[in-house]
């Protein structure tokens, strides 16, 4: 029976969408920009890289000629080539450019509602929300209420939380609302459980994800979040792969942030790690050991929270070399009847202004023993892929998409 792996890099997009201008994203190109900077030269970072960009094994499933095809250029240190996979792009239908509304449409069902947002204002977060978390959340008050980055509201913030234990609150241009709180002085469970009771209180404001952003130690000189992160995120639509492959009792692998993505909803086995490479280190153990007909679902996140929305070209250009410099590993461990796909959720271009996502179209690179390579074209919705890979299970179709296979 056949098996199937959808492995996210999370923010790589290739190439600004045809909406993005609605996003303030018009020439958005996460791959492209950091391929020029690195061939410009300002991807050099002493002791970590330098040169060109260097991705010679994605580039070999395709990587240069789905960029060429998404925005017509091909960007330097990738090639044109006969590829070893099938190779094209996703365009979003959903109403947003973060991680839910990526996933969600990835696995076939996309968001059927409007996202809530917060405003860019300051206070961005509505008093009776506020009210309302400080009274349940039984709190003395909260900081922040605003958009920012988490990292650098920590550096400010992070003082006064320690000597006044209110929480961090701040949001984003995403919909989103976060939480950040000292792992010791607050409590971790205690963060927790106020993100579950705040949760309940942003369902009506149909906001995607409530954010656990726990930090360690003593003031801005040596602040730093933890692992520790969860994403309390509203229950996905129905009818996904997740949902299909319960309903047929197939085995299923979550592996990094995806059971929060998706509410845990038949998100399996959950598995969780210390980074990108730790978590690819236990998905290439979870392809030998998966049953047959099973489904892994996994997605690496440090691309998108320690280099894309720190705007740091280098760090970003390093992760996408080490991530390439494994591909061997997984090509190795796939067996006969096997289907991986490679994508992302969104953008999130280092050379672009600001810190949030941009609204891209991501990379579809589709491979595995028998999988006839070739070019799939530009995808009208993410949707397809998630419905390619239950054509590929033998199950039914995906509430959405439509297959390539």
Not at 169 to 196: K, M, N, P, W
Not at 201 to 209: E, M
Request: glycine residues 12%; charged residues 20%.
């Amino acid at each position: 029976m056949p098996r199937a792996f959808i492995l996210v890099l999370d923010s790589v997009g290739c190439g600004a969408a045809h909406d993005s201008h609605l996003f303030g994203d018009a020439g958005a190109d996460t791959l492209g920009h950091i391929a020029e900077a690195c061939a410009r030269g300002e991807g050099d970072r002493a002791g970590l890289r330098s040169g060109p960009l260097r991705l010679p094994h994605l580039d070999a499933l395709g990587l240069g000629n789905l960029c060429e095809a998404s925005t017509g250029k091909l960007p330097p240190g990738l090639s044109r080539v006969n590829a070893t996979g099938q190779w094209g792009y996703g365009v979003e239908v959903s109403q947003g450019k973060d991680t839910p509304s990526g996933h969600w449409e990835i696995a076939g069902a996309p968001a059927e509602f409007a996202w809530g947002y917060f405003p860019p204002t300051e206070p961005s977060f509505p008093a009776d929300l506020v009210d309302a978390i400080i009274r349940e959340g039984r709190l003395p008050g909260i900081l922040g209420n605003r958009h920012a980055a988490g990292v650098a509201i920590i550096d400010v913030l992070g003082e006064e939380h320690l000597r006044t234990v209110k929480p961090i609150v701040y949001t984003s241009a995403d919909s989103v609302l976060q939480i950040a709180a000292h792992e010791d002085s607050f409590g971790l469970q205690r963060l927790y459980d106020l993100c579950i009771t705040v949760r309940k209180l942003c369902d009506p404001l149909k906001v995607g994800r409530v954010i656990a952003r726990p930090f360690v130690g003593t003031n801005k000189s040596n602040f730093k979040r933890t692992p520790h992160r969860k994403d309390y995120a509203i229950p996905p639509t129905h009818g996904n792969i997740l949902d299909l492959c319960a309903a047929a009792g197939r085995p299923v692998i979550s592996i990094g942030k995806i059971g929060d993505i998706f509410a845990h909803r038949n998100t399996g086995q959950e598995i969780k790690g210390a980074g990108d490479m730790d978590l690819f280190d236990r998905t290439l153990g979870h392809i030998d050991s998966l049953p047959d007909g099973g489904f892994v679902f996994a997605n690496y996140v440090d691309l998108d929270t320690d280099y894309g929305h720190r705007r740091d070209v280098p760090g970003y250009a390093a992760g996408l070399e080490r991530f390439d410099a494994r591909i061997p590993e997984l090509l190795a461990r796939l067996k006969p009847g096997d289907f991986a796909l490679l994508t992302a959720d969104h953008g999130n271009d280092p050379t672009w202004r600001g810190t949030d996502h941009t609204r891209e179209h991501v990379p579809i690179l589709a491979f595995g023993p028998g999988v006839k390579p070739g070019s799939i074209g530009g995808r009208k919705t993410f949707a397809d892929m998630g419905a390619t890979v239950a054509k590929h299970l033998g199950l039914p179709p995906t509430r959405s998409g439509a297959s390539w296979l």
